[in-house]
């Protein structure tokens, strides 16, 4: 596919909203409830370096999501948002490997559709003062409040709200620069957003797909006793 125009990203994005998790165009959204609701099966993981995470949507629908615990929160709320795009508008079944700073068509459609559904254009104005988006000269206290509010990474925050033209490429730049989590905490916030979590945990119900695949024939019965006894060990959520 080739790359899709800003436009068709954020129509995207509004129906996956409306369509597939029920909520308004503005709202910050949980992703973790989303994936529960969608019955995503969902893992976290330690992953390479330079790995976000992984999906694949079997012939029947199935789907399935690999994130990187390595990576920190922000990031991987924004990984999950990624492959929901591979997933519900891509066109292919096989296995897809999300690798940062990925340039080909469909990784920037994918980043500019997480990008979109985590931080919902009207959503993100709501949350500046008027006086600030005026004057393109948004505040730390307002970015540290937004990022917490739509659960993203600075970084991500910022390329929001420099493709939005909300701020110029001199305030990004200054804005970038900042060691975000020392920030955070001198504002007095939980700086947890900005690290590494979720370690072996899963969202969905595992043994339930690997009944579905080991009936299919697609995993042999050692794979499925293995699946099943890692279980009692995991962290669900879901």
């Known amino acids: ?43 976290f993981r330690p992953l390479s370096e330079g790995l976000c995470g992984l999906s694949m949507r079997s012939t029947v629908n199935d789907r399935f999501i690999l ?13 999950v948002a990624h492959e929901l795009y591979h997933l519900y508008y891509g066109t292919t079944t096989v296995p897809h490997i999300c690798r940062v700073g990925g340039k080909e068509p469909e990784e920037v459609n994918a980043d500019s559709f997480a990008s979109a559904l985590l931080m919902p254009e009207t959503g993100l104005i709501q949350q500046i003062p008027s006086d600030e988006y005026k004057s393109g000269k948004i505040s730390m206290a307002t970015l540290l409040k937004t990022e917490r509010l739509f659960g993203v990474s600075h970084d991500a925050l910022l390329i929001r709200l420099s493709k939005l033209h909300i701020i110029n490429d001199t305030t990004y730049q200054q804005l970038k620069s900042v060691i975000i989590s020392s920030e955070a905490a001198q504002y007095g916030y939980d700086t947890s ?24 024939g697609k995993i ?13 060990n995991e962290k669900q959520e879901g």
């Open 193 to 216: 957003l900005y690290r590494p979590g979720n370690d072996g945990l899963y969202i969905g119900t595992l043994g339930e797909m690997a009944k579905k695949e080991f009936d299919r």
């Open 1 to 43: 596919m080739s790359r899709l125009n800003a436009a068709t990203i954020e129509r995207y994005a509004k129906d996956f909203r409306v369509n597939h998790i029920d909520t308004d165009l503005s709202s910050p959204i949980n992703i973790k409830t989303i994936l529960t609701k969608l019955g995503i099966l969902t893992l």
């Open 67 to 79: 994130v990187n615990s390595n990576n920190n929160i922000g990031r991987q709320h924004f990984t």
């Open 220 to 232: 042999s019965e050692g794979h499925y006793l293995e699946i099943l006894n890692m279980l009692p």
